[in-house]
C-alpha cells in the first residue's frame, strides 16, 4: 500500500496508518485498506498527516487537503489548503492544523470552524512560514507552530516567535521538524538539520539548550519528529541515525542492526496501552514493555556465550562465558577478559562461599578470586580438576567439585585443599551438586536420578524415565524437598515420596532448564516452551495431589523469552528480587516485583459478515437472503501489547447452547443456519487474561425461502390435512365397495350355481324321477322294471357328476394362488369328455402373478367353456390356449356342431350359461366373444387388460403413499384381504 508517513488511533481501538498510497486500518494482526462506503475518495491518496480526535473521529490530513471520517461519512474540505503537515487538537476540541503551499495565499495555521476552516497569517501574528512542519499544544493552551526559519509560540491576540541561530537563513527549507511539550512548560524542538545552534534543542524559558550526554549529542542529529510518551521519555525520529529515547540521563540508541525497519523515522504515537509505534521510511516499528529483559554484547557483557551465572551477597551479578568474566553492579557491566587478567578462556562453574569468596572454576582449573587476584587450587598430585560442571558449599564448609574428569569425580575441598575424592563408577556420575541444609548434599545425577551423600553414604533415589535423562539443573528447599529440571518434567522428592510434575499437570512443555524460587515463595521454570511461574500453593497443592492439573503463568517469545540451555551454573536471584537466567548466549531477566500487567480489558469489534461468498457490512439488524450455506463472521479485539495473545469467545443465540472458546482465532463460521433471528456476541481477553465481558453484538436475521415460509408451512399442513381427508374417504369408499362387491359375488355365485342345478342337477334328477315313474308303470314287467331301474342308476351317477362338478366349481381360486393352468386342465378330467373327444392344453408365455378375484373369474368363465363343449359340442377335438402376454387370453375350441345362433346370442329359455359367461366377463371390464357355425364348431375367447389381472412387482410412490396412509389409519389395503 505505499510507504508509511502518519499513524493515530482513534477512541474505537484501532490503529490508523497514512502512506503513499492510502489509509490502512490495524487490529494489531490485519492491516485493511480503507474506503468510503459512500465512494466518496479522498483529496489524495498521499497522506502526511492523521489525528484520532476526542469525539472517535479521524482526521486525515493529504497532499491536497483536510478530510474528516465522522460516524461512517466522509467530509472532505477546501481542497486549496495544499498539503496538510500536522494536525492538533486543544484542550477545548478545536482541530488545528498547518500547511504548506496554499493556492489560496492562507497563513500556515488554520482551524475547523464547522464545514469550513479558519486560517491564521502574518496578520494575526503567525509568520508566513514557507515550511510550517510542526505543531503542538502545551499544557498552557498554547500552539507551538515550527516553521523554516522560527519557533513560533500563538494564542488567538498573543504571538511570540523565536528564531533559533542555526535558522536565519533558512527560508524555503526545512526548519523546525519536531516538537515535543515537556511536563515543566519547556518545549523540545528537532531540527532537520544538525550543527551549532541545531539538531536537538530544548527551548527553556526563551533560551535554547542543547542536549548532550554522554552518549550523545543532540546538536549532530538530523531530526524528522519528536515525542513525548506518557512517561516523560523523549523519542528522537532522525533522518538517518534510527531513533533515540532520552530518559532523564539515560539514552537509548535504536537502529536497524537492532532490528528496526529503517534508519530514517518519520512519526511517532503511542497507543491507549503504552506501546511506542514509529513510523519508519520501511515500515511501522512497535516498542512495548517486555516482562523478560534481555542482555548481550549489546548492553555491554563482555561475552557473547553466557554460561553461568550467579548472585553475590553485596548485590553483584557475575556473569561467566567464553573468554570472559563479567560483573553487574549498579547497572554497569565490568569484564575481566582473557589474556586481560582472566587466567584462561573459559568460565566454568562459579561459587560464592560463606566469607564472600568467589571460586571460578577456568578451563579444567578452579580458582578462588579475591580483592581482584585469582588464586589456583591444586590436587594433591598437582594434575587438572578437569571441566567442573557443579559447585557447592555444605553446612561444614566443605566445597563440593562434580568434575568432568576423566574420570567423573565428586571432589570434596576444606581450607582450600581437597581432602577427598569419589570417582565413578563408585559415586554415580552427576550434573549438579546442591548442599542439604541438614548436613550433606545432594547430587542429580546423568541418568535422571537423585543421589544423597551424608556422611560418607550415598543413598540412590530413582525416578521412572528413559535413557539419558540428566538432571539438568537441582533445587533443595528448607523443607527437605528436593527439585530437579529434567528433560521429562519436573521430578521431586518429599519425606520419602517421589513424583513427576509434566504436562498432564499443566505444563506446556515437559523439558526444563533451570528454576528458582523468587522472594514471594513461587517457583519459576525455565523451559524449551517458556518461563513458567507457578504460585506456592499450587506447588503444595501438586504435592498432596500428585495428579492434579496446576494454574500456571507463562511468558513466551512473544514476552521477551528466548529458552536456551546453559551448561554451568544457570540461574540466579539477586537481594533485589530479580531473576537471572543463562541461556548459553544471552542473559535473560524478569522482575516478579515490577511485573507490567495490561488491565485494559480491549475493545471487541464485529468487522464484516461474509455469507456465501458475498460481503456485508455489519450494520445493526442486517437482514440475510434466503437459503444461506457459508456463513462467516470476522470480529477482532484491539489490543497491541501481545495481540497473537488476544483470546476469544462467541455464542450465536438462536442457535449456539454454550459460548465458544476459539483461543486466538479471529472468524466464527456456521452452515447450517435455518431462517430467523440470531443475536452474535462475541467477547475476548488481552494478553494478561483481562476479558471485556460486554465484547460486540450483532442481530441478523435470515430471511426464509418461499418453501421456508409461515404460509407455505401452514398450506403444506393444510394440504396434509386435506389428504389424510381424502385417503380417509377413498378408505371408506373402497371398504364400501369392497363389501358391496363381496355381496355382489355372493349373489352371482348363488344366481350362477342356481343356473347350473337347474340346467344339470335338476334336471338329471326329473329325467331320474321320470324313469322311476316309468318304472313304477310297469311294476309287473320285471325285464322292464330292470331296464328302468338301470336307466335310473345312470341318471342317478350322472346327477353325481353334475353335483361334484357344482361343488367344483364353487371352489375359489384364491386358495390356489396361481395355478390357473392346472385349474383349468384339471376341469377337463372332471366333466368325463366322451372317448372320441381329444384335448389339447397350451399355456404360452411365463407364468405371472394374477390377481385373485380377476383370477377367479377367468377361471369360471373357462369352466363353463369346457363343460358345454363336452356336453353339447359332440366334437372330436377340444383346444384350450391359455396365453401370457400383455394381456392375458383364454381361447376355448371345439370341432363340434356348434351353437344354434339364436342360443349363442339370447342363450337357451331357462338356461344360465352363456349368460354367466358374459357376466363375469363384464365384471372384470374384460372381452368376450363367441364364435360358433355348423362346419367349424364353436370357439369361445377371452381377453383380460393386463393392469387389470396381473399384480404389480412394485408399487408406485402413490401407492406406496397411500399404503402407508392407510396402514397409519388402521385400513388395510383391498389385496390384503
Known amino acids: 500500500m505505499g510507504t508509511p508517513s502518519a499513524i493515530a488511533q482513534t477512541t474505537n481501538g484501532y490503529l490508523w496508518i497514512g502512506t503513499k498510497a492510502g489509509l490502512l486500518r490495524f487490529d494489531g494482526v490485519r492491516f485493511v485498506p480503507w474506503t468510503s462506503p459512500n465512494g466518496m475518495p479522498l483529496p489524495s491518496l498521499d497522506i502526511d498527516s492523521l489525528l484520532g480526535a476526542r469525539d472517535g473521529s479521524l482526521w486525515i490530513g493529504t497532499r491536497d487537503g483536510l478530510s474528516h471520517w465522522i460516524n461512517e ?3 472532505n474540505y477546501a481542497s486549496a489548503m495544499g498539503v496538510i503537515t500536522s494536525i492538533v487538537e486543544d484542550h477545548d476540541g478545536t482541530v488545528w492544523f498547518t500547511h504548506l503551499g496554499a493556492l489560496d495565499g492562507s497563513g500556515p495555521l488554520c482551524h475547523v470552524t464547522g464545514t469550513s476552516t479558519q486560517c491564521y497569517g502574518k496578520t494575526e501574528g503567525v509568520p508566513n512560514f514557507d515550511f510550517a512542519e510542526s505543531l503542538d499544544v502545551d499544557s498552557l493552551g498554547n500552539l507551538w507552530i515550527g516553521g523554516d526559519t522560527a519557533l513560533v509560540r500563538w494564542k488567538p491576540g498573543s504571538s511570540d516567535s523565536y528564531g533559533p541561530i542555526g535558522l536565519k537563513s533558512n527560508e524555503g527549507m526545512q526548519g523546525v521538524t519536531g516538537l515535543a511539550p515537556d511536563v515543566d512548560g519547556s518545549m523540545w524542538a528537532g531540527m532537520a538539520l544538525g550543527g551549532p545552534g541545531m539538531g536537538l534543542q530544548h527551548f527553556v524559558k526563551s533560551v535554547w539548550k542543547p542536549f548532550i550526554a554522554p552518549e550523545l549529542d543532540g546538536r549532530n542529529l538530523e531530526i524528522e519528529t519528536l515525542f513525548m510518551d506518557s512517561h516523560n521519555a523523549l523519542w528522537v525520529g532522525t533522518l538517518k541515525r534510527g531513533l533515540y529515547r532520552i530518559f532523564g540521563h539515560r539514552v537509548d540508541h535504536f537502529q ?19 506501546n511506542i509505534w514509529a513510523v519508519t521510511s520501511r515500515g511501522v516499528d512497535k516498542f512495548s514493555n517486555l516482562q523478560v529483559a534481555t542482555l548481550s554484547t549489546r548492553e555491554g557483557l563482555g561475552t557473547e556465550e553466557v554460561d553461568a551465572v550467579l548472585a553475590a551477597r553485596d548485590g553483584t551479578l557475575w556473569i561467566g562465558g567464553a573468554e570472559s568474566l563479567d560483573a553487574l553492579r549498579d547497572g554497569k557491566v565490568t569484564s575481566i577478559q582473557a589474556g586481560k587478567g582472566l587466567p584462561g578462556n573459559q568460565v566454568t562453574s562459579l561459587l560464592e562461599d560463606h566469607e564472600g569468596q568467589l571460586w571460578v572454576g577456568i578451563d579444567s582449573t578452579l580458582t578462588v578470586y579475591r580483592n581482584g587476584r585469582f588464586r589456583w587450587i591444586k590436587k594433591p598430585d598437582g594434575s587438572p580438576f578437569g571441566v567442573i560442571v557443579g559447585m557447592a558449599e555444605d553446612s561444614d564448609n566443605n566445597i563440593w567439585l562434580e568434575t568432568i574428569g576423566p574420570p567423573r569425580t565428586l571432589i570434596r575441598i576444606h581450607d582450600l585443599k581437597v581432602q577427598e575424592q569419589f570417582p565413578a563408577p563408585g559415586m554415580p556420575a552427576a550434573r549438579q551438586v546442591a548442599a542439604d541444609p541438614a548436613g550433606g548434599i545432594w547430587l542429580g545425577t546423568r541418568n535422571g536420578d537423585f543421589v544423597r551423600h551424608r556422611n560418607g553414604h550415598a543413598e540412590v533415589i530413582a525416578f521412572k524415565h528413559a535413557q539419558d535423562s540428566q538432571v539438568e539443573h537441582l533445587l533443595v528447599k528448607s523443607d527437605g524437598s528436593v527439585q530437579g529440571a529434567t528433560a521429562f518434567g519436573l521430578i521431586g522428592w518429599k519425606q520419602g515420596k517421589t513424583q513427576t510434575l509434566t504436562t498432564r499437570n499443566g505444563l506446556p512443555c515437559n523439558s526444563i532448564f533451570s528454576m528458582i524460587p523468587d522472594d514471594a515463595g513461587a ?15 499450587e506447588m503444595q497443592k501438586w504435592w498432596e495431589q500428585p495428579d492434579s492439573v496446576l494454574k500456571l503463568r507463562v511468558f513466551d517469545q512473544f514476552d521477551g523469552v528466548q529458552p536456551g540451555w546453559a551448561p554451568f551454573q544457570k540461574v540466579a536471584r539477586t537481594p533485589d528480587g530479580r531473576l537471572w537466567f543463562a541461556n548459553g548466549i544471552v542473559l535473560q531477566m524478569i522482575d516478579p516485583h515490577h511485573l507490567y500487567e495490561n488491565v485494559l480489558p480491549p475493545p471487541v469489534h464485529v468487522e464484516g459478515v461474509i455469507v456465501d461468498r458475498k460481503s456485508y457490512l455489519p450494520q445493526e439488524g442486517l437482514r440475510l437472503p434466503p437459503l444461506t450455506r457459508d456463513f462467516e463472521i470476522d470480529y477482532t479485539a484491539l489490543s497491541f501489547v501481545i495481540p497473537q495473545k488476544v483470546r476469544f469467545r462467541y455464542k450465536l443465540e438462536g442457535h449456539d447452547t454454550d459460548w465458544q472458546d476459539v483461543g486466538t482465532r479471529r472468524q466464527a463460521f456456521y452452515n447450517d443456519l435455518h431462517p430467523g433471528k440470531y443475536a452474535f456476541h462475541v467477547i475476548a481477553c488481552n494478553n494478561d487474561g483481562v476479558w471485556n465481558e460486554a465484547g460486540a453484538t450483532l442481530n441478523f436475521s435470515i430471511a426464509p425461502g418461499w418453501y421456508q415460509t409461515n404460509w407455505f408451512l401452514a398450506f403444506c399442513a393444510a394440504s396434509a390435512l386435506l389428504l389424510v381427508w381424502g385417503l380417509y374417504r377413498l378408505r371408506l369408499r373402497q371398504v364400501a365397495s369392497s363389501i358391496s362387491a363381496q355381496f355382489d359375488e355372493r349373489l352371482a355365485e348363488r344366481t350362477r350355481l342356481a343356473r347350473e342345478l337347474h340346467d344339470t342337477f335338476l334336471q338329471t334328477v326329473q329325467g331320474s324321477k321320470m324313469v322311476a315313474d316309468d318304472a313304477l308303470d310297469a311294476g309287473s314287467d320285471e325285464k322292464r322294471m330292470r331296464n328302468a331301474l338301470e336307466k335310473l342308476s345312470t341318471w342317478l351317477a350322472q346327477a353325481v357328476d353334475e353335483g361334484r362338478a357344482a361343488l367344483q366349481s364353487l371352489r375359489v381360486s384364491t386358495i390356489e394362488k396361481n395355478r390357473l393352468s392346472e385349474s383349468l386342465q384339471r ?4 366333466h368325463h369328455l366322451p372317448a372320441s373327444m381329444t384335448v389339447a392344453f397350451s399355456v404360452i408365455g411365463d407364468a405371472r402373478d394374477l390377481h385373485p378375484i380377476v383370477r377367479d373369474e377367468v377361471y369360471r368363465v373357462g369352466y363353463e367353456a ?4 363336452a356336453m353339447h359340442s359332440r366334437a372330436s377335438r377340444l383346444e384350450i390356449d391359455l396365453r401370457y402376454a400383455n394381456d392375458l387370453s383364454l381361447r376355448v375350441k371345439d370341432n363340434g356342431v356348434g351353437i344354434d345362433p339364436s ?9 344360465f350359461g352363456l349368460q354367466g359367461m358374459r357376466e363375469r366377463a363384464a365384471r372384470i371390464r374384460s372381452k368376450l366373444s363367441i364364435m360358433s357355425s355348423a362346419n367349424a364348431g364353436t370357439e369361445v375367447t377371452l381377453i383380460v387388460p393386463g393392469n387389470i ?14 399404503a402407508e396412509a392407510l396402514r397409519l389409519g388402521g385400513f388395510s389395503s383391498i389385496d390384503d384381504r
Open 523 to 537: 517457583l519459576w521454570l525455565y523451559t524449551q516452551c517458556g518461563l513458567i511461574e507457578i504460585e506456592n500453593t
Open 903 to 911: 342360443i349363442s346370442d339370447d342363450g337357451k329359455t331357462g338356461h
Open 949 to 962: 389381472v396381473y399384480r404389480k412387482t412394485r408399487p408406485t410412490v402413490f401407492e406406496r403413499l397411500k
Open 256 to 274: 536497524v542492526a537492532d532490528g528496526l525497519s529503517s534508519n530514517s523515522v518519520l512519526r511517532f504515537w503511542e497507543d491507549h496501552e503504552g
Open 827 to 830: 376341469a377337463t378330467e372332471d
Open 866 to 869: 369346457i363343460r358345454n363343449a
Open 73 to 75: 461519512h466522509l467530509i
